[in-house]
């Protein structure tokens, strides 16, 4: 276990090119020695079996044969056999004659009943079993010689015996030659092996180790760098995959940078606001009630300026961390809308901005009252801030089957088609918004996140020149 947990440790300190290359020769070395294993010390133990088992089967064929086939034509058979075989083959009747004599092939022990052959031949005469084998070592031409034999018939009262005797050609030379190619074709192929696993493995190992270092790169912030994944499908998807993630975080560090460039510049502006007024009432309008009333009424603007900022960037995180749980509440729509409307009358009639409120009646709904109150409030508010000079706003109340459709329309530049995906983005605010807005770039991002949360449809229409529609279904 600790051998294993050993090597285990130091293969993850091997690079990926080496692992491959050290696997390919591993692997190689390991079908030569299954080769040299077969091909040299089994060799002569599989042709043995091979013999035993091609003249077992020929001595059932033969028995069979005789049983049917006419005397006439058995000759000729057993003659054919010991070719087709290459064996020599014996038939002998019950007084252990020989009747059928296949021609000699090669040096054959049972044609002659040598005296040395002649004890074993007698003993598979006089043997009660189906069939007997024999393997007895051929002086005369250096090799081993398979005897079998078989009782034709019943073997208590036999009508005849057969006798077959197949030689072993010896596979000493043969190993030999095997063993001289097998040595060459082992050290080139092994030369080869290295080579190629070497060639492969770099192939192989390339593009990741391209895509490794370029997102060491990326690591370290460097948004510019290439991903080249060439030379095979998953590497390739693999660098798209890491071009895409870094897109999107490039995407989301300059929306950031954006941020904190907002926000700083958001919260300065009020702050130096807040310092020059409160000092302007200490040094100058203290003692002057209406220009102090004045005062303390910029310094309460520019509070709440603070205040909407702050909490802005707060209900964002706590919806995108999933803290915020939805609590639905039955209400009436549209004395919703007018109170929310209502709470623009004060900009309204100061800056002369005019919110036209159409309504098809009274409709009760489901839903989250305090988020939804944000997202009629953000998407009202947006259209104050971006719409034309007239100043006009329209915000529609249509009930349908299945809910109320709200729609948020102004008279502004509208947005381009490219940007209408991303508006809704985190941090996103298009950089040729005036600066007067008062704006984070979140207050569409509270709107998907409350949306979302309710499941509810919404979208955008715009035409450049004419104005946008925010609009949000709340469904039953
Ligand atoms: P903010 O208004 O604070 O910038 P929002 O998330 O509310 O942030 O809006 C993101 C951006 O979407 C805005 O900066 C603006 O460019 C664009 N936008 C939002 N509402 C409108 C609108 N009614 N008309 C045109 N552009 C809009």
Same mark, same amino acid.
């Given at each position: 276990?600790?051998?294993?947990?050993?090597?285990?440790?130091?293969?993850?300190?091997?690079?990926?090119?080496?692992?491959?290359?050290?696997?390919?020769?591993?692997?190689?070395?390991?079908?030569?020695?299954?080769?040299?294993?077969?091909?040299?010390?089994?060799?002569?133990?599989?042709?043995?079996?091979?013999?035993?088992?091609?003249?077992?089967?020929?001595?059932?064929?033969?028995? $069979?044969?005789?049983?049917?086939? =006419?005397?006439?034509?058995? &000759?000729?058979?057993?003659?054919?056999?010991?070719?087709?075989?290459?064996?020599?083959?014996?038939?002998?009747?019950?007084?252990?004659?020989?009747?059928?004599?296949?021609?000699?092939?090669? =040096?054959? @022990?049972?044609?002659?009943?040598?005296?040395?052959?002649?004890?074993? %031949?007698?003993?598979?005469?006089?043997?009660?079993?189906?069939?007997?084998?024999?393997?007895?070592?051929?002086?005369?031409?250096?090799?081993?010689?398979?005897?079998?034999?078989?009782?034709?018939? +019943?073997?208590?009262?036999?009508?005849?015996?057969?006798?077959?005797?197949?030689?072993?050609?010896?596979?000493?030379?043969?190993?030999?030659?095997?063993?001289?190619?097998?040595?060459? /074709?082992?050290?080139?192929?092994?030369?080869?092996?290295?080579? %190629?696993?070497?060639?492969?493995?770099?192939?192989?190992?390339?593009?990741?180790?391209?895509?490794?270092?370029?997102?060491?790169?990326?690591?370290?912030?460097?948004?510019?760098?290439?991903?080249?994944?060439?030379?095979?499908?998953?590497?390739?998807?693999?660098?798209?995959?890491?071009?895409?993630?870094? /897109?999107?975080?490039?995407?989301?560090?300059?929306?950031?940078?954006?941020?904190?460039?907002?926000?700083?510049?958001?919260?300065?502006?009020?702050?130096?606001? *807040?310092?020059?007024?409160?000092?302007?009432?200490?040094?100058?309008?203290?003692? +002057?009630?209406?220009?102090?009333?004045?005062?303390? $009424?910029?310094?309460?603007?520019? /509070?709440?300026?603070?205040?909407?900022?702050?909490?802005? %960037?707060?209900?964002?995180?706590?919806?995108?961390?999933?803290? *915020?749980?939805?609590?639905?509440?039955?209400?009436?729509?549209?004395?919703?809308?007018?109170?929310?409307?209502?709470?623009?009358?004060?900009?309204?009639?100061?800056?002369?901005? +005019?919110?036209?409120?159409?309504?098809?009646?009274?409709?009760?709904?489901?839903?989250?009252?305090?988020?939804?109150?944000?997202?009629?409030?953000?998407?009202?508010?947006?259209?104050?801030?971006?719409?034309?000079? =007239?100043?006009?706003?329209?915000?529609?109340?249509? +009930? /349908?089957?299945? #809910?109320?459709?709200?729609?948020?329309?102004?008279?502004? =530049?509208? %947005?381009?088609?490219?940007?209408?995906?991303?508006?809704?983005?985190?941090?996103?605010? &298009?950089?040729?918004?005036?600066?007067?807005?008062? #704006?984070?770039?979140?207050? @569409?991002?509270?709107?998907?996140?409350?949306?979302?949360?309710?499941?509810?449809?919404?979208?955008?229409?715009?035409?450049? #020149?004419?104005?946008?529609?925010?609009?949000?279904?709340?469904? $039953?």
């Amino acid at each position: 276990m600790k051998l294993i947990n050993k090597i285990r440790k130091f293969s993850s300190t091997i690079s990926l090119k080496y692992k491959i290359w050290i696997y390919f020769i591993v692997f190689t070395i390991a079908v030569f020695v299954l080769l040299w294993i077969f091909q040299i010390l089994f060799l002569e133990k599989f042709y043995e079996s091979m013999k035993t088992r091609d003249a077992a089967e020929c001595l059932d064929e033969i028995s $069979e044969s005789y049983k049917k086939m =006419d005397p006439s034509e058995f &000759s000729s058979y057993i003659d054919d056999m010991a070719v087709e075989h290459d064996i020599c083959i014996e038939v002998l009747d019950r007084y252990r004659r020989s009747i059928y004599s296949s021609d000699a092939i090669g =040096d054959c @022990l049972i044609h002659g009943r040598e005296n040395r052959t002649q004890v074993y %031949i007698t003993s598979i005469l006089e043997s009660k079993e189906r069939k007997i084998r024999y393997k007895i070592r051929n002086i005369r031409s250096d090799c081993d010689m398979l005897i079998f034999g078989c009782a034709l018939g +019943n073997p208590d009262n036999p009508e005849g015996y057969l006798l077959l005797n197949s030689a072993m050609v010896p596979v000493g030379a043969t190993v030999m030659i095997i063993k001289r190619q097998l040595m060459i /074709t082992t050290v080139l192929l092994i030369i080869l092996a290295f080579f %190629i696993s070497l060639y492969l493995s770099n192939w192989i190992a390339r593009p990741i180790t391209n895509i490794t270092k370029s997102a060491e790169k990326l690591a370290k912030g460097d948004f510019g760098t290439k991903f080249d994944g060439r030379g095979y499908l998953e590497s390739q998807k693999l660098a798209e995959t890491l071009t895409y993630a870094e /897109t999107e975080l490039s995407r989301v560090d300059t929306m950031q940078r954006d941020l904190i460039a907002n926000v700083s510049h958001d919260l300065r502006t009020p702050l130096t606001m *807040l310092k020059a007024y409160a000092e302007m009432i200490r040094d100058l309008s203290g003692d +002057n009630p209406v220009k102090r009333n004045e005062h303390l $009424e910029i310094i309460i603007n520019e /509070t709440d300026r603070l205040a909407l900022l702050v909490n802005d %960037i707060l209900d964002l995180s706590k919806l995108e961390s999933g803290k *915020l749980k939805m609590n639905p509440t039955n209400f009436e729509i549209k004395s919703k809308l007018e109170e929310i409307i209502g709470r623009f009358s004060g900009i309204s009639e100061k800056m002369g901005y +005019n919110i036209h409120f159409s309504s098809d009646g009274e409709k009760m709904v489901n839903c989250d009252i305090v988020k939804i109150e944000q997202v009629i409030y953000n998407l009202i508010n947006n259209a104050i801030n971006y719409t034309g000079d =007239d100043k006009q706003v329209f915000v529609r109340q249509k +009930n /349908t089957e299945d #809910g109320v459709l709200i729609e948020v329309e102004d008279t502004g =530049d509208g %947005i381009e088609e490219e940007k209408i995906k991303l508006i809704f983005d985190k941090y996103y605010r &298009s950089e040729n918004h005036k600066r007067e807005v008062v #704006g984070t770039g979140l207050g @569409l991002s509270i709107v998907k996140a409350v949306l979302k949360l309710h499941n509810y449809d919404y979208g955008v229409r715009s035409t450049l #020149g004419k104005g946008s529609t925010f609009w949000f279904r709340i469904s $039953e």
